[in-house]
């Protein structure tokens, strides 16, 4: 195969990259139903989330660590909600350190948890298994 | 004096190796007994394993880039300087990085957990290397063997996608959940691909060195298993994010592009396994071994990957240990055997150092206590995994439930990953006594 050929499938590539790229970028992956719950709150609660490395333990949408649970839905979640959560994140537990938050930072986390359960479902329960091995979500959490 | 810099990365590798696996192990320990070792918790130590791992996969394949280029290649540095000043904005940076851990100071995100601003000097030195190595190979005249384009790709493809994996730091992609994780997982794919580049580049040309036969990574076959693997690069990284409100396309592409390059590599090494003389099996008895065990972990780990890739499966997988399986296998199973392969090729090489009996019992002993425990810590992430992945479908167990029932997988898991330490403690330390006798003889 000659060294032009590779180049030429090397930049065709590259291109499609590029392009889907793009696409991703914009109308792929733009799909935020819950856009209305990113208060000022929910979006410094996302910055917590990072400063205080929750994703080492905990997950989105099944991202992230696995010593704790999946916080995706963990505001609408049976018997959790506001409550549930804000008392984990003030106290801690056994396995999860107690960060001495304040109120403020309390409340933020909480907002930003807020907007996350609105976005989707995390883990998937209610599903059909089409006959290509893909699914379709057909339920509610 | 004027050391071998590709040794001088090959070096601080094997140091970051065996911390990532300390604090690897230590974190296991603290998965499952959470009061294990407060002094360092678990939120300081998992970063902690990550980032060093990922460093010695960095290091050590620039590492083997620095001294075949001039050495095999005919291709001296366009600068050592650069080179130099490459190895110390790493260093320094790394020490910066672990010090905000050990301190607790973060603000990134998985995997790059440190506070964004440490990423600029990670920038800059791949640009110094790019720099370095494009000015260097661009002097060859003719045909490119295919370790050149994946080391190429490899580089262009890590800035590339480490600036996307930034591009949170813009409220148009941090404000928006959906499209944070969809890029996020986009970046992060294709960083994967693009070590697998360095990594799967320097596992051609060890073998080629190995064989003397320079017509196999020159060959279309070659060529082929580096396309596929830049497609996987580019498109096959949605299996991340399968449940992940995203268009459907994004899935299905992913799903149909699958793992593919797996298989092609597989082939390669098979063939070359097969036509080797077993006067050079012996004399680089220790990289071939290497090599072999990486081709093993190969086909186990593409067994696995294909599965999560469909999506009916994957629905079950998807956030269990299953998905630290495939990670693990990936990451030890083939990238840290082929590089210890390369390591060990380019120690052997540079030092001529004689091994004792003693220490070629050690290294041995150390090889099959590693792979060993490496099969045992697969498959109890595996058993682990789907029984969570099953119980939390059927949703009749709480998370501390589901966590109770399958921790004496996870209690096994922790001593598998103790003997990989010990293994690779055993198989590393010999090589490591080797450069430092170098370095002191250079002195």
């Not at chain 1, 807020?114 to 893909?134: C, H, L, Q, W």
Request: proline share 3%.
């Amino acid at each position: 195969m000659s060294t032009r050929l590779k180049r030429i499938f090397f930049w065709s590539l590259f291109l499609l990259f590029i392009i889907d790229g793009i696409v991703i970028y914009s109308s792929g992956s733009d799909n935020d139903p819950a856009q209305k719950f990113l208060t000022e709150g929910a979006k410094k609660g996302k910055l917590l989330f990072q400063e205080y490395n929750c994703i080492s333990c905990h997950q989105l949408y099944g991202l992230g660590g696995y010593m704790g649970a999946d916080l995706t839905n963990v505001m609408s979640g049976k018997g959790k909600g506001e409550v549930f959560v804000k008392t984990f994140i003030q106290y801690g537990t056994k396995g999860m350190p107690n960060f001495h938050l304040t109120e403020s930072e309390v409340n933020s986390l909480t907002e930003y948890l807020n907007y996350v359960d609105k976005t989707g479902i995390s883990p998937v329960r209610d599903f059909e298994i089409k006959y290509d091995g893909t699914i379709t979500q057909t339920g509610s959490q | 004096m004027k050391k071998e810099i590709g040794v001088v990365f090959i070096f601080l590798s094997i140091i970051a190796l065996l911390g990532g696996l300390f604090f690897g192990s230590l974190s296991a320990f603290q998965f499952v007994f959470p009061d294990f070792f407060n002094t360092l918790p678990f939120i300081k130590n998992r970063p902690l394993h990550v980032s060093l791992v990922v460093s010695w996969i960095f290091l050590s394949a620039i590492g083997g880039i620095y001294y075949y280029l001039p050495k095999y290649c005919n291709l001296p540095l366009f600068s050592r300087k650069m080179a130099v000043a490459h190895a110390w904005l790493f260093f320094i940076t790394g020490l910066f990085i672990v010090t905000c851990f050990l301190f607790g100071k973060f603000g990134g995100r998985e995997y790059w957990e440190f506070p964004a601003i440490l990423a600029i000097p990670i920038f800059i030195s791949w640009i110094i290397f790019a720099i370095n190595y494009f000015k260097t190979v661009f002097k060859k005249i003719g045909q490119w063997p295919v370790y050149l384009w994946m080391w190429a790709t490899g580089i262009t493809f890590f800035l590339f996608t480490f600036a996307e994996a930034y591009l949170w730091v813009i409220p148009y992609f941090r404000d928006h959940l959906i499209r944070d994780l969809t890029v996020q997982w986009k970046a992060y794919g294709a960083l994967t691909g693009s070590w697998n580049m360095l990594v799967y580049g320097t596992a051609l040309f060890v073998m080629e060195r190995i064989k003397g036969d320079e017509s196999m990574a020159r060959s279309k076959l070659a060529f082929w298993m580096y396309l596929l693997g830049l497609t996987n690069l580019m498109f096959g990284w949605a299996h991340h994010i399968y449940i992940v409100p995203t268009a459907p396309w994004i899935r299905y592409l992913s799903y149909a592009i699958s793992m593919t390059e797996l298989l092609i590599l597989s082939k390669i090494i098979w063939n070359w396994k097969s036509s080797l003389e077993q006067a050079k099996k012996d004399y680089y008895f220790l990289p071939f071994r290497f090599l072999v065990a990486s081709d093993i972990w190969i086909f186990l780990n593409i067994i696995l990957a294909i599965l999560i890739s469909i999506p009916a499966i994957n629905v079950y997988t998807h956030g269990t240990h299953i998905t630290v399986a495939h990670a693990m296998g990936s990451a030890i199973g083939i990238n840290t055997m082929i590089l210890l392969s390369s390591v060990l090729f380019i120690i052997n090489d540079v030092t001529k150092y004689e091994y004792s009996k003693t220490q070629k019992l050690i290294i041995r002993v150390g090889f099959w206590l590693t792979n060993c425990s490496l099969l045992l810590f697969l498959i109890f992430l595996t058993i682990a995994g789907t029984q969570k992945g099953i119980m939390v479908v059927e949703n009749k167990f709480a998370f501390q439930e589901i966590m109770q029932k399958i921790s004496p997988y996870l209690i096994s898991f922790a001593w598998a990953g103790l003997g990989i330490l010990i293994g690779l403690l055993m198989t590393t330390i010999p090589p490591l006594i080797a450069i430092v006798s170098y370095f002191r003889k250079k002195n």
